[in-house]
């Protein structure tokens, strides 16, 4: 309890008895994490939350040429002007170098994103099996993963990205 | 003359180089102007007004009052620049036009807003932020829930990481002050303290950071530490007074003061309790950084101290030699603004800046130096210090620490990097006509 929560507090119990000691407005409504499960999306770096499922690099190029292709180029390149390509630079030397997938630290990353925000026109509708599949796609156009890895909620947060370790923190203290 | 009466030119002295004047020079002090001719800065200030007569509008009844006002038809040129006018699908910015404005308040209307992926249209009353994770008990909170907690207001800017980034460029790019710096705004914010729904759903000491998420169709997610969480972070629901523009979050938003402003998540639906970060698409690739020298860095949550000069700035040119008030933005995302310097002859010599009205914590500080200019070339620039002895970078020492780009930056939309809070300098030929310049 900060000191300014403490005074507070001990001014109110001071005037309303100590019934009002650690009273809060109590105005929100309890929810089961069950009831959460339409919009608790997120995965985690080391895999907390995936789903169940899998795909294959193979299953991802057919879901790719369909959904993904027309804004992000055919086979990861060549994209409509303002979109990412798929097939990203290693060598970050320059200071407005492009990112894509090779610039993250984490896997987990491109699967949330995909799950959470693609396809841009009609987000959330892809099935878990097409994200894990979309997601071992890009990484093996990458040569991150191989062309017939599967990925999965073990595989997955497994995988070594280029860029892992390579970040420093500017502010460890507000953390 | 009178006491009161203080002529221009002897008893006001430079305090700097190229006409700058005390800050304190012309406060209520009732200033004779008379001595302006003595300076070879001509007789501007003893031209001869016309007759007086009366307009149209003075002779009759105007239209009556609206429900809700609009800027006067004259204003109609004071509008935010769009990135996306032709509504093609993709992001869409809008930018504050610092030069045509003044104060520290942005009008809503007028602050800044970047859509990932368009406004939402949402509902309020079917609205709801759930707070879960590593909690005691979830718990949903509507808007109107929120609407009786007990609330704090402050003033606070928002600034996306990518303001200011067209001066990456290795040589400057001629754009206003709305092209540069148009990607920050500062506004009024009420809301319920993160803190006090931390308290309701009882945290998890396990939690060491929390996600935002957003109600938009990207959920766009930020991860934020629970440190910030307990600190100042806040729920907004009210914005200068009224309820969020949609294009700051309508019907809430995550407001963090003085960190990055996509962290600052609009329409939030949800906070999770993690003991970890989430690594979202947004802090893993855009707002996490490269340096020089390959170094990479990520969680680069602050916005570090600013200034730059909006009156005179590009876009405006000097209407003759004269009296002019140099005026600007200051702001840190550490805390208060503890003082601002101004050049007027490229950084050899400096007066203090007049700071406006109260200064408060990662909030716009309007600063001002009267100013003399004797209609020769000079070059203008502002550097500010924060309360916690933060000094904004000279160009040389920033471009040295951060980089530039090895081509001019072309197109002042793009975003070559981010966190650039070096000096703005701004150069007047001897026609008065001001072009970007680096200083």
Not at chain 2, 25 to 52: C, K, N, V
Request: hydrophobic share 35%.
């Amino acid at each position: 309890m900060s000191t300014r929560n403490l005074v507070l507090s001990l001014a109110l119990s001071v005037a309303f008895g100590s019934a009002a000691f650690a009273e809060t407005p109590g105005l929100g409504k309890n929810i089961s994490e069950a009831d959460i499960k339409a919009w608790n999306i997120d995965v985690l770096p080391d895999g907390t939350n995936m789903p169940p499922g899998s795909g294959t690099p193979t299953q991802g190029a057919a879901v790719y040429a369909q959904k993904c292709a027309m804004c992000h180029g055919e086979n990861g390149t060549n994209p409509r002007p303002g979109y990412s390509p798929m097939i990203g630079i290693k060598k970050f030397d320059k200071i407005d170098a492009p990112k894509t997938v090779t610039y993250y630290e984490f896997a987990s990353t491109l699967f949330d994103v995909i799950r959470r925000s693609m396809p841009f026109q009609l987000p959330k509708t892809l099935t878990d099996d097409e994200v894990y599949a979309l997601s071992a796609y890009i990484l093996s156009l990458n040569k991150i993963i191989g062309d017939n890895d599967v990925m999965n909620a073990q595989t997955l947060p497994k995988v070594k990205m280029p860029n892992a370790g390579k970040f420093t923190i500017p502010y460890p203290d507000r953390i | 003359m009178t006491k009161r009466e203080i002529r221009f030119q002897s008893d006001v002295p430079d305090v700097a180089g190229n006409g700058l004047l005390d800050r304190r020079a012309l406060l209520g002090r009732g200033i004779l102007f008379a001595g302006a001719a003595a300076t070879g800065a001509g007789t501007a200030a003893s031209a001869a007004a016309e007759p007086l007569k009366n307009d149209p509008w003075s002779l009759t009844m105007g239209t009556v009052s609206p429900p809700r006002q609009e800027p006067s038809r004259f204003e109609k040129h004071v509008v935010r620049t769009l990135s996306n006018p032709n509504n093609e699908l993709r992001n869409s910015h809008g930018r504050t036009p610092h030069h045509l404005i003044n104060g520290t308040v942005t009008p809503s209307a007028l602050h800044f807003s970047i859509c990932h992926s368009g406004l939402p249209d949402i509902d309020p009353e079917k609205h709801q932020l759930v707070v879960h994770g590593l909690v005691k008990q979830p718990k949903t909170f509507s808007l109107a829930d929120l609407d009786r907690y007990p609330k704090v207001t402050r003033m606070a800017f928002v600034e996306c990481a990518g303001n200011s980034a067209p001066m990456f460029s290795n040589e400057p790019v001629q754009a206003t002050c709305q092209a540069l710096h148009g990607l920050s705004s500062n506004s009024e914010w009420t809301g319920v303290l993160v803190s006090t729904l931390f308290e309701e759903v009882g945290l998890d000491p396990k939690a060491t950071w929390f996600l935002a998420e957003g109600a938009d169709s990207l959920a766009l997610h930020r991860s934020v530490p629970v440190k910030k969480g307990l600190d100042d972070a806040m729920i907004a629901i009210y914005q200068n007074g009224e309820r969020l523009m949609p294009g700051n979050g309508y019907p809430m938003r995550l407001l963090l003061p003085g960190y990055q402003g996509n962290m600052n998540i609009k329409h939030v639906r949800r906070l999770k309790l993690l003991d970890q970060p989430s690594m979202s698409f947004y802090e893993a690739k855009t707002y996490s950084q490269i340096m020089p020298g390959e170094k990479l860095v990520k969680f680069n949550f602050v916005m570090q101290v600013k200034s730059f000069i909006t009156h005179p700035s590009f876009g405006h040119s000097l209407k003759g030699p004269g009296y002019y008030e140099i005026s600007g933005i200051a702001y840190s995302g550490n805390g208060r603004i503890a003082k601002v310097m101004v050049s007027a002859d490229g950084g050899k010599s400096w007066a203090q800046a007049a700071l406006q009205g109260a200064i408060h914590p990662q909030a716009f500080t309007r600063f001002t130096v009267p100013w003399r200019w004797d209609g020769q070339p000079v070059t203008l620039l502002s550097r500010a210090w924060d309360e916690g002895g933060n000094a904004q970078p000279m160009r040389p020492e920033f471009v040295a620490a951060r980089g530039q780009t090895e081509r001019p930056v072309t197109n002042p939309l793009g975003f070559p990097n981010q966190h650039y809070n070096s000096i703005t300098a701004w150069s007047v030929d001897n026609k008065g006509e001001i072009k970007h310049v680096y200083a």
